[in-house]
C-alpha cells in the first residue's frame, strides 16, 4: 500500500456567503495553513487533520493508496492525484491528495 500525502494548497473564505449565514466572528479557516503537509498510511486520518476535511478525501486517499489513479478522466495534469475541497460551504480549505511512494 502507497502512502498518501495532503498538502493544504489554497484557503477560502465565500464572503458574500459569510456574511449572509455566518455567525459573529466567523472568518478564514483557523485549523490550516497553505503548504502544510500530513502524510497518510492509506486509510488512517493523519494528526491533526480536520475530520471534515478527512470525510470529503478519504475516499481518494484510499484509492490512491491501492493504485487507483485519474479520477476525473484527464482533467488533471497528473493522474496520480486529486484535488479535493473540504465540506465546509462558507470558507473551504483546498487539498491536494497525492500517492507518493
Request: overall charge negative.
Amino acid at each position: 500500500m502507497k502512502e498518501v500525502k495532503i498538502t493544504v494548497i489554497k484557503k477560502t473564505v465565500m464572503e458574500d456567503l459569510l456574511k449572509e449565514y455566518g455567525g459573529e466572528g466567523l472568518g478564514i479557516c483557523k485549523l490550516h495553513e497553505e503548504g502544510q503537509e500530513y502524510i497518510c498510511n492509506g486509510w488512517q486520518k493523519p494528526e491533526g487533520l480536520c475530520d471534515n476535511a478527512w470525510k470529503s478525501m478519504m475516499e481518494y486517499v484510499i484509492a490512491l493508496s491501492h493504485g487507483g489513479k485519474d479520477f476525473y478522466g484527464g482533467w488533471l495534469k497528473d493522474e496520480n492525484m486529486a484535488v479535493i475541497s473540504c465540506n465546509d460551504g462558507l470558507r473551504p480549505v483546498i487539498f491536494r491528495v497525492e500517492a507518493i511512494n
